[in-house]
């Protein structure tokens, strides 16, 4: 038996009861003759509270300090959670990022990882411990500072490690059954996925699936670490993402993975552009220099009669006012005629590697919208995925006409909804 | 102006608010010209709701994940601290115990200090930072592991700090205003001292006097660095504590330094022992193998008719069960009639190097207790100490009528008291 990769996300060590319920689960692991590492989250609110608690000294906090702070939380999750373990009569060990040779970049609270040495993670295991490792952190290659890795950012340090110890598996546990054909809080007859490539699993990361974010994804694929995402409670098998299927897992791909949807984004668009080289890019340059990722973007025909054209594009709501100051105060150079505002829409996208090959699924895709009485305000497509934006009120029941005609529909209704976890 | 270490205790530092102040006054060393190392614990009841959550998932944590946890305390202090400073408009940055360079011994929850290498200190102090400094944590010379220091250990890590980095002072603050003749809570007429020996600070120390640990005073005595204990609330000159007195303090040290007393104890008299050679030693090596620290040890003479004698000692409370156990145990070894076993005592002590050269103390002493109506039960003296057991019924009286005996009483009631701290 091999070396595994754990990583239990807040909501599964939110109290006392929940660090010793996963110290259960790492001691099976270990007793099964893996060699177990461990990567926790920081204990239900504790960063919450501590944004809280920074928010009360300083309007904008520090970014070292900052990282600082929010470190403790892993620090007090990871050390409990070692001592849960001691007393079921297993030996263990805590480590902090830095400790665990976790060595980043210098951007604090969004930092990327750019170097893995874990000498005394392999000691440790070595010793026949079981490694705790505090996830989302991190210890600066210049600096040597204390650092944050940002949303997901825990996932990341256990894809990471993973992929260091050369792990058979990262398992990432959660507080749903895996990864579904849609939201099971929106698709009730959604089905958990047993088994996604890391090609599907990265768009429907970037097209609002929640369960694993698109960094992460594209770590494990890169370095090729097996994800398997599952449910802290149900101990139920869950989603297996890989490069490509593993031992028993169904060889044929489906030809859909899945639906997602997200209602996060605003759309801006930016009316009256001279139809000239150049327009397009001032624009963009704009709203890039105000360092705001944009999303879909689209661009009419322009109308002959007045050489003028719309361009329209989506970013996260977040960044809505940002981007609107921006442009307007850009407007003068640039030269087109008004902005409009709408944070009332949805994205929905359906993704899957068999499109490729079937050129039928854009016009079923559309059919069903149009079936479901959904307007489709713009389209963009890639090649295993096809987005399309509509009215927010809309979303629900587009992402169920949708899920219904690609054939993704449970025979039961089987999801089983539990709360959303943060990092 | 040179160098100052300051260290803030939980107290001063038990909320938002509290930071804010602390920041201020940190930042009026600065403004002053001083280079500004700041020691903080962790605030309020952090440490007691951490070894809560502790205990919930582990009867006996263990020593190692039991300081992982513990250290997460001081991150949170000392990164807010770190903020509301960078709020005020002045540079700082914090660092645990470890980026201090506090080097300590392998023995956890009660690590001692074995070297400082303070250079990230030095570092950020010439780029015009203030250092904040995570108290009470280090991380041990062979393992790489982070320890903590045990009770006082933020202090601790205050005088070790200033001696590693030559500080012209360590200032202690505190919720009280310096070091008193007794306990202000006691007696009302205490005076507050200007200027204290480390030699009468550490016999005060040790006689039950709870504003600074003897640890903290020996390591100051050792490497001469003055400390001035100090109120965080009233911002008022506090007591200065250094081997010799420093500028403009009174040359002439006074007679007395203070009483003090301690009701922490308990008495164990060991009763009919034979008087023969071997006997204490198998005794004491008894109460020495459960690892308890004894303090006073008195052995009357033997009655010639039996030629047994009793020994009585005093020892923490927390350690008495503990005591009587091994003891019993070895009854039939050492062959002793019975134990008596009383923890309704007190210990009331005068400290002065004064006495060395006034042969009257000792009398006036005695005399002042008698008067007072106090039994006397245990007498023990150093160069410098005299200590008496008494009742622990009669401690305040005793207190008192010995205060005024010695011309320490001040004219008016000043003493302020604030609640106490632990770390």
């Known amino acids: ?29 270990k007793k099964n003759g893996h060699q177990v ?13 501590l944004i809280d608690l920074a928010q009360q000294v300083s309007p904008i906090p520090a970014g070292r300090e900052f990282d600082m702070l929010l470190t403790a939380g892993e620090r007090i999750s990871m050390a409990l959670l070692a001592m849960a373990i001691k007393n079921l009569g297993h030996e263990a060990q805590s480590f902090t990022g830095s400790q665990a040779g976790v060595i980043t970049d210098s951007v604090h609270n969004k930092a990327r990882i750019i170097d893995v040495t874990p000498g005394r993670i392999r000691t440790a295991l070595e010793e026949g411990n079981i490694a705790i490792v505090a996830g989302f952190q991190g210890v600066s290659h210049d600096k040597k500072d204390i650092t944050t890795l940002g949303r997901g950012g825990s996932d990341t340090t256990a894809v990471a490690l993973a992929a260091a110890l050369e792990a058979e598996v990262c ?15 929106v698709v009730r ?17 970037s097209s609002g699936s929640k369960v694993l974010l698109h960094r992460c994804v594209e770590y494990a694929r890169r370095y090729n670490i097996p994800i398997h995402v599952r449910s802290s409670f149900s101990g139920l098998r869950g989603t297996w993402v890989s490069n490509e299927p593993q031992g028993d897992q169904k060889v044929e791909q489906a030809l859909i993975s899945g639906v997602a949807h997200d209602t996060s984004e605003a759309k801006i668009t930016v009316v009256g552009v001279p139809d000239k080289p150049g327009e397009a890019a001032a624009i963009f340059r704009t709203v890039s220099d105000a360092e705001i990722n944009i999303d879909m973007v689209v661009q009419n025909v322009s109308a002959a009669s007045t050489g003028l054209t719309d361009i329209s594009f989506t970013l996260p709501k977040a960044d809505g006012h940002k981007a609107m100051e921006s442009l307007t105060k850009a407007q003068p150079v640039i030269g087109f005629d008004s902005l409009r505002y709408d944070d009332q829409i949805a994205k929905i996208s359906l993704v899957g590697a068999g499109m490729k090959t079937n050129p039928g699924v854009t016009a079923s895709f559309f059919e069903a919208l149009s079936n479901a009485g959904v307007n489709i305000e713009l389209i963009s497509t890639s ?8 009215r927010a009120d809309d979303v629900n029941e587009a992402v169920r006409a949708v899920h219904t005609a690609f054939g993704l529909d449970s025979d039961t209704d089987e999801a089983v909804v539990y709360g959303g976890t943060g990092r």
Chains 1, 2 share one sequence.
């Open 37 to 49: 590492v461990v990567v926790v989250s920081a204990m239900g609110d504790t960063t919450d509270e």
């Open 383 to 390: 090649e295993i995925r096809i987005s399309v934006v509509t």
């Open 171 to 185: 398992e990432i546990y959660t507080d749903v059954d895996g990864v579904f054909t849609a939201d099971p809080r």
């Open 1 to 29: 038996m091999g070396l595994v990769v754990q990583k239990y996300g807040g909501s599964s060590v939110a109290d006392a009861e929940g660090i010793k319920r996963v110290a259960k689960r790492i001691v099976e692991a």
């Open 189 to 205: 007859k959604a089905r958990k996925i047993d088994w996604i490539s890391s090609e599907d699993m990265l768009e429907l990361a």
